[in-house]
């Protein structure tokens, strides 16, 4: 059986790291990392996200703060948010839950954001920099896989890493980010997605083969090389009667199938998700230390 990648536990660790550094914030520059959170509408699994997250700042001794919005906000009613945020001392980050409702454009409201409090990395300065291997943010998803692999002992470096899934947030940013000329990178990258023909060919080439396509049990044993580094960045609800809420969450990964053949696998939930959480906090301490020392 595969090596459990516990991404509970490592995501505590380095909310550990973060409580340490805004204690020394405090102490020295008498500085509390703040971050807002915007949310708008009422889908379910954002509403839980964002909640987490807010938790997850204080337990670190960060303030934190929710924006919840209407669905029927207007663009330019979150546009005007946005600026009085990033003119917001109390706020190093802002954070933009996604997805916005459809009749507001994500690209627009992300590019009003102050490139200095884009702690999720989506503004196109910071996806820039991320391209030329000098990022202040790195998107939370990428950087949390980043470190489950590298603090578990499983170095990418010279490593064919396998992605399923081109996202702005996770398969383009992840990409990006293993395939630096740097420590914890060095990686052959191939993306996959819908066009990829022989799709299984390529994912058996992969040493490490991530997930992050959104669909139950798509990687099925039969699509992983034996004693592969198998990430599983997916977020799916399933039917089950056994459960109150009458779902679970399962990931992209035939967990069961799967776990036989790697060598490491993580779950889902337990696996990515708490590191994702974790990374936006060091980004938020990141901001922090930005606003006082600069970049």
């Known amino acids: ?14 909310r550990g790291e973060v409580a340490s550094g805004v204690v020394e914030m405090q102490q020295n520059h008498g500085v509390t990392p703040g971050l807002a959170a915007v949310l708008v509408g009422n889908d379910p699994a954002s509403a839980i996200y964002v909640r987490n997250k807010r938790l997850a700042c204080e337990q670190a001794g960060m ?7 209407l669905e029927a906000t207007t663009e330019t009613e979150i546009l005007k948010l946005v600026a009085e945020l990033n003119l917001d001392h109390r706020f190093h980050g802002v954070l933009i839950q996604l997805p916005l409702p459809s009749h507001i454009d994500e690209n627009v409201v992300m590019q009003a954001l102050d490139p200095a409090k884009d702690i999720d990395g989506l503004h196109p300065y910071n996806v820039g920099l991320l391209a030329q ?9 990428p950087a949390g896989i980043q470190q489950l692999l590298l603090r578990n002992g499983y170095d990418p470096s010279g490593q064919n890493v396998v992605i399923c899934g081109r996202s702005n947030i996770v398969g383009k940013p992840l990409a990006i980010l293993l395939m630096q000329r740097q420590d914890g990178a060095n990686a052959t990258v191939t993306v996959c997605h819908t066009k990829t ?7 058996r080439q992969a040493d490490i083969l991530v997930s992050a396509v959104g669909k139950p049990k798509f990687i099925t044993a039969d699509m992983v090389k034996e004693g592969a580094v198998v990430i599983d960045a997916g977020i799916n609800r399933v039917p089950d009667a056994t459960r109150k809420s009458g779902n679970r969450l399962v990931g992209d990964v035939d967990f069961e ?3 036989k053949k790697a060598e490491a696998i993580t779950p ?21 230390r930005i606003s006082i020392h600069g970049r």
Request: aromatic content about 4%.
């Open 1 to 14: 059986m595969a090596k459990i990648l516990d991404g509970t536990a490592l995501s505590q660790v380095i």
């Open 63 to 69: 303030f934190s703060q929710v924006y919840a919005l």
């Open 133 to 141: 291997g000098r990022p202040d943010f790195v998107p939370g998803t």
């Open 197 to 203: 023909s022989d799709l299984e060919d390529v994912t």
């Open 257 to 259: 199938a799967v776990s």
């Open 268 to 288: 889902v939930p337990g696996g990515v998700g708490p590191m994702t959480i974790a990374m936006l906090l060091v980004s938020t301490l990141t901001a922090t």
